[in-house]
Nanobody, 123 residues
Framework: QVQLVESGGGLVQAGGSLRLSCAAS????????MGWFRQAPGKEREFVVA????????FYADSAKGRFTISRDNAKNKVYLQMNSLKPEDTAVYFC????????????????WGQGTQVTVSS
């Protein structure tokens, strides 16, 4: 079992930045790919970005390319999502997730989920 706890969400004006963190505990010895998803009100949860265990491979949704950066620190069991140039359409609950797959972009490819952190971008 892996427990994931997100933090760092909040209210920010359009054009601003936020850095989300995800802390993992439990079976952190497994080499999980870590991902971030988001869910806006009334919409389905969608893939944002993921990073391989080594950090050498990252894959982004088109909406995140050029503005968001994922990173991880395995020594601290943490994953980060730096979000810049935020837009009102980025408003959503952001979820951290862990997957045993190599290139997971679907929800069903992820084994563990955090509870989410709210990001609100005002115009």
């Amino acid at each position: 079992q892996v427990q994931l706890v997100e933090s760092g969400g909040g209210l920010v004006q359009a054009g601003g930045s936020l850095r989300l963190s995800c802390a993992a505990s439990g079976r952190t010895d497994t080499r999980y790919t870590m991902g971030w998803f988001r869910q806006a009100p009334g919409k389905e949860r969608e893939f944002v970005v993921a990073i391989s265990w080594s950090g050498g491979n990252t894959f982004y949704a088109d909406s995140a390319k050029g503005r968001f950066t994922i990173s991880r620190d395995n020594a601290k069991n943490k994953v980060y999502l730096q979000m810049n140039s935020l837009k009102p359409e980025d408003t959503a609950v952001y979820f951290c997730a862990a997957s045993g797959s190599y290139y997971p972009k679907r929800l069903d490819e992820y084994d563990y989920w955090g509870q989410g952190t709210q990001v609100t971008v005002s115009s």
